[in-house]
């Protein structure tokens, strides 16, 4: 059965760093683009990064470029989403997402979310002081 499985969430101060992972359970994550997708209370989902299979090129949101790091280790069949200068703001779940294996391994556009076909359960991330 295909499984993600992402952990890493909690809470954290404002400014501060948190590191995502996203493990494939009976599933090899590189063979498929993998993206982030959070939902923030009251908002709708929204995708911020992605990565190819193909050759790990990253596509990042306007929202989390420049402060959010997606990347892979193939060694332990799993994909990272490190989170830094955190604002309240970013407060959601965040879930990752297998695209489609049948695209060439690229990255859908990050709005079409509709494009992923597996989602992992989530994990919640709070930025408070």
């Known amino acids: 059965q295909v499984q993600l499985v992402e952990s890493g969430g909690g809470l954290v101060q404002p400014g501060g760093s948190l590191r995502l992972a996203c493990v494939g359970s009976?599933?090899?994550?590189?063979?498929?683009?993998i993206g982030w997708v959070r939902q923030g209370p009251g908002k709708e989902r929204e995708g911020i990064p992605c990565i190819d299979s193909t050759d790990g090129t990253t596509y990042y949101s306007g929202s989390v470029k420049g402060r959010f790091t997606i990347s892979r280790d193939k060694a332990k069949n799993t994909v990272y989403l490190e989170m830094n200068d955190l604002k309240p703001e970013v407060t959601a779940v965040y879930y990752c997402?297998?695209?489609?294996?049948?695209?060439?391994?690229?990255?859908?556009?990050?709005?079409?979310?509709?494009?992923?076909?597996?989602w992992g359960q989530g994990t919640l991330v709070t930025v408070s002081s």
């Open positions: 009976d599933f090899t994550l590189d063979h498929w683009p």
């Open positions: 997402a297998a695209g489609n294996p049948d695209g060439l391994g690229i990255c859908p556009p990050l709005a079409w979310l509709h494009e992923y076909k597996h």
